[in-house]
T-cell receptor, first 115, second 113 residues
């Protein structure tokens, strides 16, 4: 497995502002992902963060709203831009550990409330 | 549309009973299957993964996979109140050079003392 640290763990944000979430892993990993979990819902993949190239976004998510950086194999950031109350959610950083398949492990999450 | 479906909950079982959690998936190309447990206010934690048809046991947990029926389940024996949580089924599908994990909506398990 891997130890995945996210910051901030929780925040209350004003409508229209942007917030950057940081994700640090204790080992080098090739694949990092960002998920969103809205209240009472399951997890939805936002994008795959690729080291050295642009992130790959899932349908319904765009770079202007959720810019992602991946400067090295242990770190990534997700920015939630121009926030609205609908962006209130848990944002989860995750990594894939290979070994017979790709097993996904999650950080502790960043709980954002937009007011 | 690639989907992962879980039984609608919540599921309530008495302490000591077997809890059976079920999941079906639509994409026959799915190659690996995972069960995560999520306590309220926490992030998901991996319980088990399974790749091959049949059963895989780990302590009180048994994952069962039937690729022909596109069905994966999780059995929890001797259920404890501490098992009360939401259980998420996830399916890993290869998309080109990468793979993507798709989650079901989860089922909430309540174990009654």
């Amino acid at each position: 497995s891997a130890v995945i640290s996210q910051k901030p763990s929780r925040d209350i944000c004003q409508r229209g502002t942007s917030l950057t979430i940081q994700c640090q892993v204790d080992s080098q990993v090739t694949m990092m992902f960002w998920y969103r979990q809205q209240p009472g819902q399951s997890l939805t993949l936002i994008a795959t963060a690729n080291q050295g190239s642009e992130a790959t976004y899932e349908s319904g998510f765009v770079i202007d709203k959720f810019p992602i950086s991946r400067p090295n194999l242990t770190f990534s950031t997700l920015t939630v831009s121009n926030m609205s109350p609908e962006d209130s959610s848990i944002y989860l950083c995750s990594v894939a550990i290979t070994g017979g398949g790709n097993t996904i492990y999650f950080g502790e999450g960043s709980w954002l409330t937009v007011v | 549309q690639k989907e992962v479906e879980q039984n609608s909950g919540p599921l309530s079982v008495p302490e000591g009973a077997i809890a059976s959690l079920n999941c079906t998936y639509s994409d026959r190309g799915s190659q690996s299957f995972f069960w995560y447990r999520q306590y309220s206010g926490k992030s998901p934690e991996l319980i088990m993964f399974i790749y091959s048809n049949g059963d895989k046991e780990d302590g009180r947990f048994t994952a069962q996979l039937n690729k022909a029926s596109q069905y994966v389940s999780l059995l929890i024996r001797d259920s404890q109140p501490s098992d009360s949580a939401t259980y998420l089924c996830a399916v890993n599908v290869r998309t080109g050079a990468n793979s993507k994990l798709t989650f079901g909506k989860g089922i909430t398990l309540s174990v009654r003392p």
